[in-house]
């Protein structure tokens, strides 16, 4: 596989936080249930370096467009608070970015913090000198700051997942992948084949879906190239995700190129896919993103696949939830050693 993003450093480091997190549970009890709506993050930064050079840094990771979604939305939705009213209520915020400016700082630098005022919150401390130094230090981590929230983000859909679990739909994916996927109540089976399942979420003006399937390994040493991703991709779609009439199936759209980037998480690595779909004859279509990555002896691919379908609404938020379910993947190995870890 291609070398990771560097970003995906951190989204390692991520997957450790949860196991830390536990020696704390009894303290989490103790702490309120964070408060503000999913994809929100407060900025607690005083108003000439919010719409100064600091401000700006932070809108430049936070603020810009999310990626393959057909109307433009932002990242995250980012508000300013002065530090002045950063009171109780601000603190049982689930994202929270604060910017600490010192002169008798001893260093420079960004603290990492989980379930500081309220659970499960996700806060960053940027320390500096001035605002030239949060600039530096800003431009060095925002994509960092970006993915730490992203993540707790997803952390927060797969415990939901977890809570309110649809365990009907777990042999259906062990039998094919080995592993285990984490769907929450509102998804059913769609579609169960050899090397082929689908699983969704439909409702009247919406569809969140993932996709799974395997196919072996082929000769060569670019299988994990984006021409042959998306390849393979065309010919499983377009045998298994019919359109809404005769001659139309799904297929991946090339008006905009998907991309490919190599990621690892809970020591899995992957190749992630961005994309839109669409339907051949048929004006349907939304964002994709997939997940492709080598069975346990090698011998086969597995995908994992999320995708979305609302035409009516936007789609940053549906597109986290479904893609969050292929974060939650986890050897059927790894769920019994963390079952029998939390008896």
Known sequence: MKKFAPFALLLCLLAFLPACGNKNASRNKLLPNVSGKAGEIIVVIDKDSWEGGPGAALRGFLSGDCPYLAQR??????????????????????????????????????????????????????????????????????????????????????????????????????????????????????????????????????????????????????????????????????????????????TTSLAIMPTVQSLTYKGRAFMETRGFWEVYNDYMGGPFVSHSFYSPDGGKIIVLEAFVYAPKYDKRQYLRQVESILYSFEWVEEEEKMQKSAK
């Open 73 to 250: 939305e932002p990242l995250f939705s980012v508000t300013n608070v002065p530090p002045g009213n950063f009171n109780n209520m601000f603190k049982m915020h689930r994202n929270i970015i604060l910017l600490d400016l010192n002169p008798q700082h001893q260093e420079e630098k960004v603290t990492w913090l989980k379930d500081e005022w309220a659970h499960p919150q996700s806060a960053v401390r940027i320390s500096a000198f001035d605002r030239d130094g949060a600039v530096r230090l800003i431009q060095q981590e925002g994509r960092n700051i970006a993915e730490f929230f992203e993540q707790a983000e997803r952390d927060r859909i797969i415990a939901n997942a977890r809570r309110y679990e649809n365990a009907a739909l777990r042999p259906a994916v062990e039998k094919l992948t080995g592993g285990i996927l984490h769907f929450p109540s509102g998804y059913k089976l769609k579609a169960e084949r050899e090397n082929f399942v689908w699983i969704a979420d439909e409702k009247q003006y919406t569809n969140q879906a993932v996709l799974i399937y395997t196919y072996p390994v082929p000769e060569g040493d670019n299988l994990f190239e984006m021409e042959s991703i998306i390849l393979k991709r065309n010919e499983v779609v377009r045998e298994n995700v019919p359109g809404p009439s005769d001659n139309t199936y799904m």
